[in-house]
């Protein structure tokens, strides 16, 4: 007999060989019917392998991550058992679940797969689900598994076999179907209600632009079609708040060929916009104590050297720029806490010095590559709002924690409510992805562990998350359409001031190692922006928006009326434009509702005989009439409440 812990502390005794289905149906069979996967010890597996000793189990069912992720692996293999059956001969790469479904990478050979290929697909795998075939998981020798697949003349699995250790390899099988897999899969096909294949795209094998481009077919599957009708809503009304769309309609920024991919060109509008988030930024950051600094685009490549950073990214940066001296190379930089460290090392430090607080909004390179490029999500130069702090290690913890009440600050002003404080963990199985010794690891991560205390944050751990020098909190933020995405950034570093030799003069006349904490509010102003203008769907808060007012004569006469009236505002601070083309006011309105201005002030005969303004809101229409004082005092109010 063994012993199982679940969650809320029961302790159940079965037999040894129990599975976890057998547990959900020891407590009910509802329970069994929805049951996913298992958590075992901290671990996903199938629920259908066996216990053999004492452990802490979770049952997972679609209300949990895991669960959903389970789910979605499964459907892959589903959705390459449905390929195999309409294209004899297809060889089959790596299919794995993604963030919102999952995908398959396949070589059709001289077979094009196609959009107007995915609805037969669906109908195939549909098929399949209700055949409420089994998954069934089989370990199999090296030597077996190669075997198999120089059978089947498939040089992709046969290529992820060489870096598989013989006593780890497992096959599954579903139905007809068998793939290389080290699961965890759900416990049969019927699980699978709602299907829909979402897109094609082109994906070089291992991601290496020397290998041959393999088709990547994207789908998601839910187990209810009430859900899946849901997500297709939100993917309709994501496509309405691209922010490649809407930057386009905005006239917020552009890319060129000529200048380079991934490499955004702000328009005056974009400018504008980012340049008030800076300066909300800076304006906190000096209320808190930071100097400002600025460094260089490039650094000499011992500097990455010297940090790690060049053997950690070096694959993923721009490639060295050669002087004519002898010897002598420099890298555009991927990261500013290089230079941040120099800068710190230029002058001695007391610890009456500390802590000391470097901020710039620093513009890094990444040689991201072309296929993963997207908009201003994926971009290959990109600024942070870095900062890195320098302090004593009695320091750290409150440090951090006035660090996360500004990002918490950062998301109130902006209006992202709903968000997951991540605490990203080195990862146990595999530590040699990490630079520094295990006690100043131990050291970082308690640091981190204890700032969250009592800060009310919805917290997660994920181990192998962290960076390669140090953990740190992740801020997972959700936007108005449910998506997540990872924007503010803060990391416990005691790796790097050994790399740089950085110290202070105690109290008690001896050297010591400062702890550097790295932080970045927004991450990176082109990410946080691109997330922005989906989540308000380009109607941005009243004191970010570029244009907060639009002035419509009602005819051409009015024009130097509105002109002054414009220059008024602006002794109040208040941005706008005249629209004084020769169009109808109607369509002026329409205009100016589809750039998403705020409010419209129209003015004609009446208004200038009794000095006032005609007020519409965007999205609502009239809202009054106004003295320009009460109008600048209206605005003043709602921007107060907003930040």
């Known amino acids: 007999m063994i012993e199982i812990t679940l969650p809320d502390g029961t302790i159940k005794e079965v037999e040894s060989g129990t599975t976890a289905l057998d547990i959900a149906k020891g407590i009910s069979e509802g329970l069994a019917r929805n049951v996913l996967a298992a958590k075992l010890n901290g671990e996903v597996q199938d629920a259908f392998r066996p216990i053999n000793e004492n452990a802490s189990l979770q049952l997972l069912t679609w209300n949990d991550d895991e669960g959903k992720e389970t789910m979605w692996h499964s459907s892959a293999h589903l959705l390459a058992e449905a390929l195999e059956d309409i294209y004899p001969g297809i060889k089959l790469g790596i299919g794995p679940p993604i963030e919102n479904g999952f995908y398959y990478d396949v070589d059709s050979g001289d077979v094009s797969i196609t959009d107007a290929d995915l609805p037969k697909i669906e109908k195939k795998m549909t ?7 089994t998954f069934t998981r089989k370990e199999i020798s090296k030597s077996d598994a190669i ?78 079609q009430k859900e899946l009708t849901k997500h297709l809503e939100l993917l309709e009304e ?63 490549k011992e500097l990455y050297v010297t940090s790690g950073h060049y053997e950690k990214y070096g694959k993923d940066s721009f490639q060295p720029i050669k002087t ?119 050291k970082a991560e308690k640091a981190i562990l204890n700032s969250v205390e009592g800060k009310d944050l919805k917290t997660v751990i994920e181990y192998g998350e962290a960076a390669f020098y140090g953990p740190k909190l992740d801020f997972m933020v959700k936007d108005a359409l449910g998506r997540k995405w990872q924007l503010g950034t803060i990391q416990v570093d005691y790796n790097l001031p ?88 109607g369509k002026k309105i329409r205009d100016a509702e589809v750039s998403k201005v705020p409010y419209m002030l129209i003015i004609g005969e009446k208004e200038i005989e009794n000095g006032t303004l005609s007020v519409r809101k965007h999205g609502e229409g009239d809202i009054g009439t106004m003295k320009i004082e009460e109008f600048s005092d209206f605005i003043k109010k709602e921007i107060e409440q907003l930040v």
Request: glycine share 8%; with cysteine.
């Open 127 to 133: 098929e399949l689900a209700r055949q409420k075939n």
């Open 147 to 224: 075997a198999h697949y120089k059978g089947k003349e498939d040089e992709y699995k046969l290529d992820l076999l060489e870096g598989l250790e013989d006593g780890t390899i497992t096959f599954y099988t579903q139905g007809n179907f068998t793939d290389l897999c080290r699961g965890p899969h759900i416990p049969n096909t019927s699980f699978i209600k709602a299907i829909k294949l979402l897109s094609i795209a082109g994906a070089y094998w291992r991601g290496n632009e020397k290998n041959k481009q393999l088709t990547r077919i994207y789908g998601i599957t839910f187990p209810k």
């Open 238 to 300: 994501a496509k309405k708040r691209d922010h490649r769309k809407l930057g386009k309609e905005l006239g917020l920024f552009t890319f060129s060929q000529r200048v380079g991919l991934g490499l955004p060109l702000w328009l005056p509008k974009g400018a504008q916009l980012r340049e008030r988030l800076e300066n909300f930024l800076k304006k906190a950051q000096l209320e808190a104590g930071y100097l400002p600094v600025i460094t260089p685009h490039i650094g000499s």
């Open 324 to 442: 004519p001296n002898e010897n002598e190379e420099f890298l555009l930089k991927p990261m500013n806490c290089p230079h941040h460290c120099e800068i710190y090392k230029s002058s001695p430090r007391s610890y009456r010095d500390l802590p000391i607080r470097y901020a710039e909004f620093g513009t890094v390179y990444r040689y991201e590559q072309s296929g993963e490029l997207h908009g201003l999500t994926r971009v290959r130069g990109f600024t942070q709002d870095d900062a890195h702090l320098f302090c004593r290690p009695e320091q750290v913890e409150e440090e951090f924690k006035k660090v996360i009440d500004l990002v918490l600050s950062v998301f109130k002003a902006l209006k992202f409510e709903e968000f997951t404080a991540q605490i990203s963990l080195r990862d146990k199985k595999d530590l040699s992805k990490y630079i520094g010794s295990d006690e100043n690891w131990e």
């Open 498 to 585: 050994e790399r740089f030799e950085l110290e202070y003069i105690g109290s008690d006349d001896l050297r010591h190692r400062p702890v550097m904490i790295h932080r970045a509010p927004f991450g990176s102003l082109e990410r946080f922006i691109a997330v922005l203008i989906e989540h308000c769907g380009g109607n941005f808060p009243l004191w970010l928006t570029p244009e907060q007012v639009a002035i419509l004569p009602l005819s051409e006469k009015y024009n130097e009326n509105c002109k002054e009236v414009l220059n008024l505002l602006n002794k109040y601070d208040i941005r706008g434009f005249v629209d004084d083309r020769n169009e109808k006011v």
